[in-house]
């Protein structure tokens, strides 16, 4: 996700939901259907639209009888995995004023799962990889993994590219241990994961690879001043002219 | 598509106006306390009629004759439709008045002043548009006069939306935008106000629990956008950047865009959805609506120019809420250049005092941003910078320690975000628990929001400075120096190399959601193993700029200096006396004498 165009409007987006996401349809609640079945397939084929979604929650700030917490869940997981890009936050600031939602035969799983994830959210943002599974695996984040992850297919591997976000733009080679701490891989699984990336495994000493990208090459450089003609038309103008 | 969605619409617009209108019939009459009565019955009705009659003459003889004469010739250049009076009306006639009569209380009410103008229900509308527009601006308004100015404005917008056809009116395009901001202000503060639960009174609970339309955001956002389709603005824009010739345009705009009122209506209500999605946090939605506009000077609607800041406000505070720094700087740099070229023409317009705010609001979002994205800037704008939050940027520059100068700024220059629904004030019980336990102000989520952002990139500063001090260094030397972890550095210097990346608009993209990855540091680097070796980039000194400047100055000055005609002799009746210095001032007309001391002073100015 290279491009913020591709962002705003992703190839897999149909027409339907680009008229819906562009246009004033977007606030008839009656449309909240078609874009919470979106969300779901974009769950189940690791696609992600943001804006497609924020329209959701857009719906559920003016309706907020609408409000289901189960699709706000999912948005914020699928939103999760667009880091460094801040769509987490651009979700939870449509969460407005707390839903009321006094059924007690349905209790609201938001309110407990919401700080889970704003704390996975956290860690994924300082890049604390460890800690981030540390979490995700700990009794903590249980039904939010029973619950909900584990519908939503390749979970983990969107965050893993998360962290090859961060790893590539950083490192030049990279110890294989850390690699596995940030991935939560090892072994067969480690190697196999770098091979897919065309990372470079030494076994011999345990390092990683990277190849170049415009973030791992670095040089110093010096800015020279390039003056451009246009800049010097009225002086030139003048000269002539006197 | 288009044909049907603008059908929807309107129908929604129409029931919404129906609603409101009951809502505020019970809500103006309850003062009288007769609606205890199920049936009022006409003779009593009548005698009020006749009563309130009597009531308006006397307080029409109240009236100043200066006030009553203007609002005739306001009245006069309305039904004209002659812009040139109806703008001296409105921007110097209206404040004068008011300084005079109206400081601190009202102008008359418009039933009062109806006869006047031949109750001409229209003049009556724009004439109460203004009239609460300074009650918002100078008085205290109370909940009628919330409740009935938003009548009025919906009375306005379906009068524009809903009549045979476009309606024959002209008014200047500096009224067309108070209008929309004024309207999106009152929604606004009427937003913020039914927040404070605590403080309402008996009448005003029962008012809002029967009235959840009044200023609703649906009802808002509905006018902005039956603007927008009426005036068909969008289609107006894209076919200009299309470079279609007038009459194509004109056909494509259809009856309502080619009028100045639509046009002009419609485009500031895409300014209007812009500020009123970011007041309800949807940043990305805000800057979606703006697709089409271009923001740049040269745009033929940027003649209001408060229009033109508000604009430019909000795009950058959007971007900076979408972490996209450097488009923010670039908005912020390029608004405030034009203020500060401005300033000139503008220090007695009425609006100046709100421009400045607005600009000093920016001048602290812009420190916000170059703190968290460290990038060479405009001189002019920093040194302004410097200048007012010196202190604040120093402190927001050295990470954690500095997270209460950032939320001091933010929530300075932020806009008065708004929650998009009333507290349950129809429903007692849900309402007591509201006032119990209330939930967070809308300007502290977001500001909770933006600080989580801003602690996550915390540690950079600090290893930022370090880094500078050299060319490469091992990770475990670098965790010593910070006394940190070697693993938990690691992961920091990668949350560094990130804030140092941002989406960033390309010149020739459409839109303003678009953008690709660039680098905003100055300072790089990467980790080799365990290794980490720094990149510095220099800018050399430049020259040109100042170059160019001064010789363009000194031009200015020499052919001022050859333009102006000699100084008078001082003593004619001397003799002439041939000039010393030949050459330097030559014109043809032949009054030597003062030569010398024209040299004399330019030596001193010389030296």
Same mark, same amino acid.
């Given at each position: 996700?290279?491009?913020?165009?591709?962002?705003?409007?992703?190839?897999?987006?149909?027409?339907?939901?680009?008229?819906?996401?562009?246009? *004033?349809?977007?606030?008839?609640?009656?449309?909240?259907?078609?874009?919470?079945?979106?969300?779901?397939?974009?769950?189940?084929?690791?696609?992600?639209?943001?804006?497609?979604?924020?329209?959701?929650?857009?719906?559920?700030?003016?309706?907020?009888?609408?409000?289901?917490?189960?699709?706000?869940?999912?948005?914020?997981?699928?939103?999760?995995?667009?880091?460094?890009?801040?769509?987490?936050?651009?979700?939870?600031?449509?969460?407005?004023?707390?839903?009321?939602?006094?059924?007690?035969?349905?209790?609201?799983?938001?309110?407990?799962?919401?700080?889970?994830?704003?704390?996975?959210?956290?860690?994924?943002?300082?890049?604390?990889?460890?800690?981030?599974?540390?979490?995700?695996?700990?009794?903590?984040?249980?039904?939010?993994?029973?619950?909900?992850? *584990?519908?939503?297919?390749?979970?983990?591997?969107?965050?893993?590219?998360?962290?090859?976000?961060?790893?590539?733009?950083?490192?030049?080679?990279?110890?294989?241990?850390?690699?596995?701490?940030?991935?939560?891989?090892?072994?067969?699984?480690?190697?196999?994961?770098?091979?897919?990336?065309?990372?470079?495994?030494?076994?011999?000493?345990?390092?990683?690879?990277?190849?170049?990208?415009?973030?791992?090459?670095?040089?110093?450089?010096? *800015?020279?001043?390039?003056?451009?003609?246009?800049?010097?038309?009225?002086?030139?103008?003048?000269?002539?002219?006197? | 598509?288009?044909?049907?969605?603008?059908?929807?619409?309107?129908?929604?617009?129409?029931?919404?106006?129906?609603?409101?209108?009951?809502?505020?019939?019970?809500?103006?009459?309850?003062?009288?306390?007769?609606?205890?009565?199920?049936?009022?019955?006409?003779?009593?009705?009548?005698?009020?009629?006749?009563?309130?009659? @009597?009531?308006?003459?006397?307080?029409?003889?109240?009236? +100043?004759?200066?006030?009553?004469?203007?609002? &005739?010739?306001?009245?006069?250049?309305?039904?004209?439709?002659?812009?040139?009076?109806?703008?001296?009306?409105?921007?110097?006639?209206?404040?004068?008045?008011?300084?005079?009569?109206?400081?601190?209380?009202?102008?008359?009410?418009?039933?009062?002043?109806?006869?006047?103008?031949?109750?001409?229900?229209?003049? &009556?509308?724009?004439?109460?548009?203004?009239?609460?527009?300074? @009650?918002?601006?100078?008085?205290?308004?109370?909940?009628?006069?919330?409740?009935?100015?938003?009548?009025?404005?919906?009375?306005?917008?379906?009068?524009?939306?809903?009549?045979?056809?476009?309606?024959?009116?002209?008014?200047?395009?500096?009224?067309?935008?108070?209008?929309?901001?004024?309207?999106?202000?009152?929604?606004?503060?009427?937003?913020?106000?039914?927040?404070?639960?605590?403080?309402?009174?008996?009448?005003?609970?029962?008012?809002?629990?029967?009235?959840?339309?009044?200023?609703?955001?649906?009802?808002?956002?509905? $006018?902005?956008?039956?603007?927008?389709?009426?005036?068909?603005?969008?289609?107006?824009?894209?076919?200009?950047?299309?470079?279609?010739?007038?009459?194509?345009?004109?056909?494509?705009?259809?009856?309502?865009?080619?009028?100045? &009122?639509?046009?002009?209506?419609?485009?500031?209500?895409?300014?209007?959805? /812009?500020?009123?999605?970011?007041?309800?946090?949807?940043?990305?939605?805000?800057?979606? @609506?703006?697709?089409?506009?271009?923001?740049?000077?040269?745009?033929?609607?940027?003649?209001?120019?408060?229009?033109?800041?508000?604009?430019?406000?909000?795009?950058?505070?959007?971007?900076?809420?979408?972490?996209?720094? +450097?488009?923010?700087?670039?908005?912020?740099?390029?608004?405030?250049?034009?203020?500060?070229?401005?300033?000139?023409?503008?220090?007695?317009?009425?609006?100046?005092?709100?421009?400045?705010?607005?600009?000093?609001?920016?001048?602290?979002?812009?420190?916000?941003?170059?703190?968290?994205?460290?990038?060479?800037?405009?001189?002019?704008?920093?040194?302004? $910078?410097?200048?007012?939050?010196?202190?604040?940027?120093?402190?927001?520059?050295?990470?954690?320690?500095?997270?209460?100068?950032?939320?001091? /700024?933010?929530?300075?220059?932020?806009?008065?975000?708004?929650?998009?629904?009333?507290?349950?004030?129809?429903?007692?019980?849900?309402?007591?628990?509201?006032?119990?336990?209330?939930?967070?102000? +809308?300007?502290?989520?977001?500001?909770?929001?933006?600080?989580?952002?801003?602690?996550?990139?915390?540690?950079?500063?600090?290893?930022?400075?370090?880094?500078?001090?050299? !060319?490469?260094?091992?990770?475990?030397?670098?965790?010593?120096?910070?006394?940190?972890?070697?693993?938990?550095?690691?992961?920091?210097?990668?949350?560094?190399?990130?804030?140092?990346?941002?989406?960033?608009?390309?010149?020739?993209?459409?839109?303003?959601?678009?953008?690709?990855?660039?680098?905003?540091?100055?300072?790089?680097? $990467?980790?080799?193993?365990?290794?980490?070796?720094?990149?510095?980039? !220099?800018?050399?000194?430049?020259?040109?700029?100042?170059?160019?400047?001064?010789?363009?100055?000194?031009?200015?000055?020499?052919?001022?200096?050859?333009?102006?005609? &000699?100084?008078?002799?001082?003593?004619? !009746?001397?003799?002439?006396?041939?000039?010393?210095?030949?050459?330097?001032?030559?014109?043809?007309?032949?009054?030597?004498?003062?030569?010398?001391?024209? $040299?004399?002073?330019?030596?001193?100015?010389?030296?």
């Amino acid at each position: 996700m290279t491009s913020a165009t591709t962002w705003a409007t992703p190839p897999t987006r149909t027409e339907l939901i680009e008229n819906l996401v562009s246009g *004033v349809d977007r606030y008839n609640p009656s449309n909240v259907g078609i874009l919470e079945d979106y969300l779901y397939h974009q769950i189940r084929s690791e696609e992600y639209d943001c804006l497609a979604n924020l329209a959701i929650l857009k719906l559920y700030q003016f309706n907020p009888d609408l409000h289901n917490p189960d699709v706000v869940i999912n948005i914020l997981i699928k939103a999760l995995a667009a880091l460094p890009f801040p769509d987490f936050n651009l979700c939870i600031s449509l969460l407005d004023e707390r839903p009321v939602t006094a059924n007690p035969d349905e209790p609201d799983p938001l309110p407990s799962l919401l700080p889970v994830l704003q704390s996975l959210h956290n860690l994924l943002q300082q890049c604390r990889f460890p800690a981030f599974w540390t979490l995700y695996r700990s009794e903590k984040a249980e039904s939010l993994r029973d619950n909900y992850t *584990v519908e939503v297919v390749g979970f983990e591997n969107a965050v893993r590219e998360v962290v090859v976000r961060a790893v590539k733009a950083a490192f030049q080679r990279i110890g294989s241990q850390r690699l596995s701490s940030y991935l939560d891989l090892s072994g067969e699984e480690l190697s196999a994961y770098a091979e897919k990336l065309g990372w470079a495994f030494d076994a011999s000493t345990g390092v990683v690879l990277i190849p170049p990208n415009p973030d791992n090459q670095i040089e110093s450089t010096v *800015v020279q001043e390039n003056i451009q003609l246009p800049q010097l038309v009225k002086v030139i103008t003048h000269a002539q002219a006197a | 598509m288009a044909q049907q969605r603008t059908a929807l619409w309107e129908a929604d617009l129409d029931e919404d106006f129906h609603d409101v209108d009951l809502n505020l019939a019970i809500g103006s009459y309850g003062q009288n306390g007769l609606y205890d009565d199920a049936q009022p019955r006409i003779d009593e009705t009548t005698l009020l009629v006749v009563q309130q009659q @009597v009531a308006q003459q006397a307080a029409l003889a109240q009236v +100043p004759d200066a006030v009553k004469r203007f609002i &005739l010739h306001f009245h006069q250049a309305v039904l004209e439709n002659n812009l040139a009076e109806i703008t001296v009306a409105y921007e110097s006639g209206w404040n004068r008045l008011t300084e005079k009569h109206y400081a601190k209380n009202e102008w008359p009410e418009a039933e009062v002043i109806a006869p006047l103008v031949n109750d001409d229900q229209i003049f &009556l509308i724009l004439y109460r548009e203004l009239y609460y527009r300074h @009650v918002y601006s100078r008085l205290q308004p109370d909940i009628d006069d919330r409740f009935h100015s938003y009548e009025n404005s919906c009375e306005l917008f379906n009068y524009l939306l809903n009549s045979d056809g476009p309606v024959p009116l002209e008014l200047p395009e500096q009224w067309l935008w108070d209008i929309i901001d004024e309207f999106i202000y009152q929604f606004q503060s009427f937003c913020v106000w039914r927040l404070k639960v605590k403080s309402k009174s008996d009448d005003e609970l029962i008012l809002l629990a029967d009235a959840s339309q009044v200023w609703s955001s649906y009802s808002v956002l509905n $006018v902005l956008y039956s603007l927008i389709q009426k005036s068909k603005i969008n289609e107006h824009i894209v076919a200009l950047q299309e470079g279609k010739s007038q009459e194509e345009i004109t056909k494509i705009v259809g009856e309502f865009g080619v009028r100045p &009122l639509y046009r002009m209506l419609g485009y500031f209500s895409i300014i209007g959805l /812009l500020r009123v999605h970011s007041l309800l946090g949807d940043f990305t939605l805000a800057l979606k @609506v703006m697709e089409n506009v271009e923001l740049n000077q040269k745009s033929p609607f940027t003649r209001v120019t408060a229009c033109h800041v508000t604009t430019y406000y909000y795009v950058g505070f959007c971007y900076i809420m979408l972490r996209r720094y +450097p488009d923010a700087i670039r908005t912020f740099v390029s608004i405030l250049n034009f203020i500060l070229r401005m300033r000139q023409y503008h220090t007695r317009s009425y609006q100046y005092d709100q421009i400045n705010k607005t600009a000093d609001r920016m001048y602290a979002l812009f420190a916000i941003c170059t703190a968290l994205s460290p990038t060479r800037v405009d001189d002019n704008i920093s040194n302004i $910078v410097k200048e007012r939050y010196g202190e604040q940027f120093a402190k927001m520059s050295r990470g954690d320690e500095g997270i209460p100068a950032f939320e001091e /700024l933010f929530l300075y220059s932020c806009p008065k975000f708004i929650s998009a629904n009333p507290p349950p004030y129809e429903d007692p019980e849900l309402f007591q628990g509201y006032i119990e336990d209330p939930p967070v102000e +809308p300007a502290q989520r977001h500001l909770s929001l933006f600080l989580s952002d801003v602690r996550a990139q915390a540690p950079a500063p600090t290893l930022r400075s370090f880094l500078k001090l050299y !060319t490469s260094l091992n990770a475990t030397k670098l965790a010593n120096f910070l006394d940190a972890d070697e693993e938990e550095m690691v992961q920091q210097l990668m949350v560094m190399k990130q804030a140092s990346r941002s989406v960033s608009r390309v010149e020739s993209q459409k839109g303003l959601l678009g953008g690709e990855m660039i680098s905003t540091s100055d300072l790089d680097f $990467v980790i080799n193993e365990n290794m980490v070796h720094i990149a510095e980039s !220099t800018v050399g000194r430049r020259y040109a700029g100042w170059f160019i400047r001064n010789n363009e100055h000194a031009q200015r000055v020499l052919d001022t200096l050859k333009n102006s005609p &000699l100084p008078v002799p001082p003593r004619p !009746t001397q003799p002439a006396q041939p000039a010393k210095v030949d050459g330097v001032s030559a014109p043809a007309n032949g009054a030597p004498k003062p030569s010398g001391q024209r $040299v004399a002073w330019g030596g001193v100015k010389a030296a």
